[in-house]
């Protein structure tokens, strides 16, 4: 226990060597954050961690079952020692045992059983395994039942019985209680040895008749079912395949040459023959080849049903077998004008053409007639890889005329026609998509119909053409349904320029309250009138320009006068380009006019001059005086500027 130093009451406060003393003792028991000597154990309850790393990486606890001690960060978990052991809780058997420079030990209750050495693994006790691999310049070799481990270059299994007798693997199985064998033998002696063969158990109570030889030379002979005569043979020397006898001169039913490799397929009733012979090169396929046989043929079958059929009129027939009835197809191919192939019915009269250009550039289909030097093409492909239908331009994109379909090899897709539809997209039954468009495997936008109409644009911003309703509409392309509220035309940074409208435009809500359906801008004359008569009157200056934004009317005019004219009574200024209204109840005029500047207006009892609105015209008002004013409150050279609004009829 820590002893510390204290003062009660005012006295003294404590010396710098007191303060000091009782930190030192506080920490008498303590371990410091940057380390210490612990002279005691350390205990952490179940799952309190001993943690260490920034990230938790490494951690060491006790859940109350298992003990664990566990990396959960990056890196390796690294035990290092020079002589590493894993052993029981007591510490008096060891698992695996891990030396410096040394082996590596597995054990079996405490007894090893594998250990690494400098040349590979040491197995004490019988290894059981799956699967067997041997590589590199090692082998395995049994001579009389004793393992020996030798280095060898050309092999690396070896089984030797130390004997000159013949040598037997057995394969067992056991299947429903019965074994079956078979045997792998190597002849040992005579003029056959060195031999090998293949021996099954026959199922007929224990006898193990031979089914492969291949004999010390390299022939091979395989055997009938009592494994007595070889029935097919290889003969290595001759290079000959037959099946029969087994000698080294098999009958035709199959007989390959070096000098014309043939099979010969011979009938022994009727003695008629076709083969298939190589000569340099070639392959012939020779039906009947000692045309013996009348109404032969070459068929090719499918299912048991002829595919393709050659008579020996050489009709070729696809799908039939008839040449009278079944409308046979002859196939000709005509090298004399740079090849082709020629299609032709002997029903109909008709055939069509494929012919190559001389220098093999271009494919072509035609039709036409038998015998007609006329053909119209209907389709090429081009020497750059173009399909082109109806023509033989592959720049349809810039005609002016002309008419066609083109893919070129690049996969654009070309239509040109005529004073008519150049593409028409038909989608059947459900509403969706008619066309879709593609960026790098991810769809940006499409064409699609929905109840008879048409909408189109990219994820949930579209527009849909609503028909029935003779109006455009935003559209959420995405649900296929619209979208209210929520689309904008245009952006501040790109902006559309002139919006031309017949009719209004509602502003923040869908009622007649929020119709905006006028705007107009433009020039007015303004006309002094005395008593309504404006003539004599001249200016220097007469002009005004106006706004309407709905039923307001903005207005401004200036007028200089050169000549006041020699009418009397009333002022007021005409030409106006809207009546104004009467919308308030009590009043007339709905306006405010303000004069913005006057000189050489002579009216004394109203300095200020006022002006109000009626119908169309200008009322010029003394308001002190009560009255018009008049010609008299004008001159000759008056000047007036003035602005104001109304709400027009």
Known sequence: MATLVTRSGKGSPLTHAEVDANFTNLNTDKLELSGGTMTGNLSFGDNDKAIFGAGSDLQIYHTGSQSFIRDVGTGDLRLCGDDLQL?????????????????????????????????????????????????????????SGKTVTTPHTDYNLLLDNGSDTEFVIRLDSVFSGSIGSSHIKQISEGTNRGALVFATENGSGGTVPDRLKIDYN??????????????????????????????????????????????????????????????????????????????????LQVDGTDALYIDDSLNVGIGTTSSASGGSIKLNVNGSSGGGIQLTSNNNGGSAIIPLTAGGQ???????????????????????????????????????????????????????????SAQILNRMSSDGDIVQFRKDGTTVGSIAAKSGEMYLGSANTGVRFYDAGDAITPFDVTGATGRDNAIDIGVSSTRFKDLYLSGGVYLGGTGSANKLDD?????????????????????????????????????NGIILLTSKGSNTGAATIAGLPFSTGDYLTGTSHEN?????????????????????????????????????????????????????????S
């Not at 298939?276 to 045309?291: C, I, K, M, W």
């Not at 020497?383 to 810039?398: A, K």
């Not at 020039?523 to 004599?536: E, V």
């Open 519 to 555: 705007y107009e801008e433009g020039t007015w004359t303004p006309t002094l009138r005395f008593n309504q008569n404006a003539s004599g009157i001249t200016y220097s200056t007469q002009d005004g320009q106006y706004t309407k934004i709905g039923n307001m009317v903005y207005i």
């Open 87 to 143: 052993r029981n809780a007591a510490t008096n058997e060891r698992y695996v045992s891990c030396v410096s420079d040394g082996a590596v030990t597995l054990y079996y209750d405490n007894l090893a059983k594998l250990a690494t050495t400098s040349t590979g693994v040491d197995i004490t006790g019988t290894l059981t395994s799956d699967g067997l691999t041997v590589d590199g310049t090692s082998a395995i070799e049994l001579v």
């Open 592 to 648: 405010a006019i303000v004069w913005n500047y006057w000189s050489d207006y002579t009216d004394t009892a109203d300095p200020s001059p006022r002006m109000y609105i009626s119908g169309s015209t200008i009322i010029l008002w003394s308001h002190l005086g009560g009255t018009n004013a008049t010609n008299a409150d004008f001159s000759n050279v008056t000047s007036m500027r003035f602005s104001g609004w109304y709400m027009a």
């Open 218 to 299: 390299g022939d091979i002979s395989f055997y009938e079912d009592t494994g007595t005569t070889a029935k097919f043979f290889w003969d290595a020397s001759a290079e000959r395949l037959g099946i029969g006898d087994g000698t080294n001169t098999p009958p035709r039913t199959l007989h390959l040459k070096n000098d014309v490799p043939s099979i010969r397929l011979t009938d022994s009733t009727a003695n008629d023959y076709a083969e298939v012979v190589s000569t340099d090169g070639d392959l012939f396929l020779r039906a009947d080849h000692g045309n013996t046989h009348a109404g032969s043929r070459l068929s």
């Open 362 to 420: 271009s494919f072509y289909t035609f039709t036409g007639a038998i015998g007609s030097e006329t053909y119209t093409e209907r389709m090429r492909i081009d020497s750059s890889g173009n399909l082109l239908v109806g023509t033989t331009d592959g720049t349809l994109y810039d005609n002016t005329t002309g008419s066609g379909f083109a893919v070129t090899s690049a996969g654009r897709i070309y239509n040109a026609v005529t004073s008519n």
